[in-house]
């Protein structure tokens, strides 16, 4: 079985992907009476139709190794994940080869910090590595199919070097 390293996710790593959403330097405005730091636009929400939509999403842990079965990727909307608890949660994704998925990578978050998937992206499904496993998720809303999945010939093994 091929193995994948979880890596630390980077702005700079992620961003062929999506985007890191974070509260890393200054703020780009202090507002609320001068009591809170607004870190402004920080995601590309991409939508062919239909809307945005927040939903929530109460996803079970995983635990380490893991096994990497499937890959999906949503053609007409970007899709935000914000965590709703003080872990970070594992982040798989593939670049595009001609349709398909190729080589996965694995990021961790840090606690604090929540992700964009770009419209498009090949990636995992929702992963946390810890309890409880509750997400703020922003993506399209609309008809018509916005899923497609990938799964993989062999499974690949997710795991922390």
């Not at 996710?9 to 992620?14: G, L, P, Q, R, T």
């Not at 007409?76 to 970070?88: E, K, N, R, T, V």
């Not at 309890?131 to 093994?157: K, M, S």
Request: negative net charge.
């Amino acid at each position: 079985m091929k193995t994948i390293n979880i890596q630390p996710i980077s702005a700079e790593a992620f961003a062929p992907f999506g985007d890191l959403l974070d509260c890393h330097g200054a703020p780009d405005k202090i507002i609320n009476q001068g009591l809170c730091g607004r870190y402004h636009d920080r995601a590309t929400l991409d939508f062919n139709a239909g809307r945005a939509g927040l939903s929530l999403f109460n996803a079970e842990p995983r635990a380490l190794p893991m096994p990497l079965l499937m890959v999906e990727r949503h053609p007409d909307g970007s899709q935000a994940f914000i965590p709703m608890s003080d872990h970070g949660f594992l982040v798989i994704v593939a670049p595009d080869c001609d349709g398909a998925p190729g080589l996965p990578l694995a990021f961790e978050t840090e606690p604090g910090q929540a992700i964009n998937f770009h419209r498009g992206s090949w990636h995992g499904v929702l992963t946390p590595l810890h309890a409880p496993g509750l997400f703020a998720v922003v993506d399209r809303i609309g008809d018509g199919a916005n899923l497609e999945e990938h799964w993989f010939d062999a499974p690949y093994q997710v795991i922390r070097p």
